[in-house]
């Protein structure tokens, strides 16, 4: 079945620190590949996406590359800020595509 | 307003109680899904829906039960709980159009029981 893992955390930068969250993805066929970000006290919300082998999705300042050879989709920031503290979950939509797959989730804590 | 909304944000109940989640959304979407969240674990589906007429079981629906009651609602439901239903969980839509598989979230109802 399809499975996702994913770095684990927690996570503790200073701001302007280089993020690298990694993830890696167990699928058969060809996924749809997320990131979705769930900020204190919230729902989650989809941060970025990409669709087919070697798509970036991209946002916010964050990026992440699909890339089927290494069944990859690492999350990459140049910068953080305080204000990207949140928990990261990657995740995956294949076969029927009727529900995403997550991975564990990724604690960020970005300190002044 | 949220598009996807839940009621109650926050619950205590005690053991053996029933317990009734509520969902709600505003985009018009036919496919409507119930997670669970737990520290470390991610999240896990416990029901989902593709219409009013469809449900079906995810990975974890023992001691759980839902509800379509019409294209827009969407209810979880605890019949006996117990303390290790205790978590948060979320409810999430996806149109049928979609077909990358993203979700729309509701933010959350966390439950606790005693």
């Known amino acids: 079945g399809n499975s996702v893992t994913q770095m684990e955390g927690p996570v503790t930068l200073s701001e302007e620190a280089f993020l690298t969250i990694n993830c890696t993805y167990t699928a058969t066929g060809y996924p749809s590949l997320f990131w979705y970000v769930q900020y204190p006290g919230e729902g989650l919300q989809l941060l970025l996406k990409?669709?087919?082998?070697?798509d970036k999705g991209s946002n916010k300042g964050f990026e992440a590359t699909y890339r089927k050879e290494t069944t990859s989709f690492h999350l990459e920031k140049g910068s953080v800020q305080v204000s990207d503290s949140a928990v990261y979950f990657c995740?995956?939509?294949?076969?029927?595509?009727?529900?995403?797959?997550f991975g564990k989730g990724t604690l960020l804590t970005v300190n002044p | 307003d949220a598009d996807v909304t839940q009621t109650p944000r926050n619950r205590i109940t005690k053991t053996g109680k029933r317990i009734m989640l509520e969902c709600s959304q505003t985009k018009g979407h036919d496919r409507m899904y119930w997670y669970r969240q737990d520290p470390g674990l991610g999240l896990q589906l416990i029901y989902y829906?593709?219409?009013?007429?469809?449900?079906n079981k995810g990975e974890i629906s023992d001691g759980y039960s839902v509800s379509r009651q019409a294209q827009a609602k969407f209810s979880l439901s605890l019949e006996s709980a117990i303390p290790n239903q205790t978590a948060l969980y979320f409810c999430?839509?996806?149109?049928?159009?979609?077909?990358?598989?993203?979700?729309?979230f509701g933010e959350g109802s966390r439950l606790t029981v005693l």
């Open positions: 999430a839509t996806r149109g049928a159009g979609e077909d990358t598989g993203e979700l729309f």
């Open positions: 829906s593709f219409d009013v007429k469809d449900i």
């Open positions: 995740a995956l939509s294949g076969g029927s595509n009727y529900k995403l797959t």
């Open positions: 990409a669709t087919k082998a070697d």
